[in-house]
């Protein structure tokens, strides 16, 4: 065989290789579910959540309730998501927001969830709950406030708060509604 025929054969072996790894490398990451948060060990964690009044994106009060919103209300646990329109993971877990959120209202005693604007401008952040179909309560933090009290430096960053008020979990990145789900039952809160 000539030189120039073992050289084709070879480039054809090594292309049809590198498509069959492209190939199965794309179908594993397609059947992938969504990427998890990670639990982190915040120091809000055993905490009292802090007590801040907040405005929603329309600047009205983020409750008709006489309590401060961003605290559980009536026996409800809380979960507090900081997220950015700028942010591809808060895109990416926006539909799962929706579903836990869903999905607590219709129970007695479901958690609540507040969406907290991070560092970005109420009018993009209306614009991505628009786009995104979200159900869900959105505080804006223009000053960073809430952030700041929370520690919060990026988005996604996720906090539930037990109805006594005390911070019990906190993960950074995307979160699923399996995993909220699995920490409010596991707490007793919900099931």
């Not at 969830?113 to 933090?141: C, H, K, P, Q, T």
Request: proline share 7%; glycine share 8%.
């Amino acid at each position: 065989m000539s030189r120039p025929r073992r050289l084709r054969r070879i480039t054809i072996g090594i292309t049809a290789t590198i498509a069959f790894v492209s190939i199965a490398l794309i179908a594993l990451l397609a059947s992938r579910g969504p990427a998890s948060a990670i639990p982190f060990q915040s120091p809000m964690i055993g905490q009292e959540a802090p007590k801040l009044r907040a405005t929603n994106l329309s600047g009205g009060a983020l409750s008709t309730k006489d309590e401060v919103p961003l605290t559980p209300i009536g026996g409800r646990p809380l979960v507090v998501n900081f997220f950015a329109s700028w942010c591809a993971p808060c895109k990416a877990e926006a539909p799962e927001l929706n579903a836990f959120s869903y999905d607590q209202s219709l129970k007695t005693n479901g958690a609540r969830l507040v969406g907290v604007v991070f560092n970005d401008a109420d009018s993009a952040a209306r614009a991505f709950a628009r786009s995104e179909g979200i159900l869900y309560e959105f505080a804006a933090d223009s000053g960073g406030t809430i952030a700041s009290a929370y520690g919060v430096t990026s988005p996604p960053t996720t906090f539930l708060i037990n109805t006594s008020g005390k911070v019990v979990e906190a993960w950074i990145g995307p979160i699923t509604a399996s995993q909220l789900d699995k920490a409010v039952v596991s707490k007793g809160y919900s099931s």
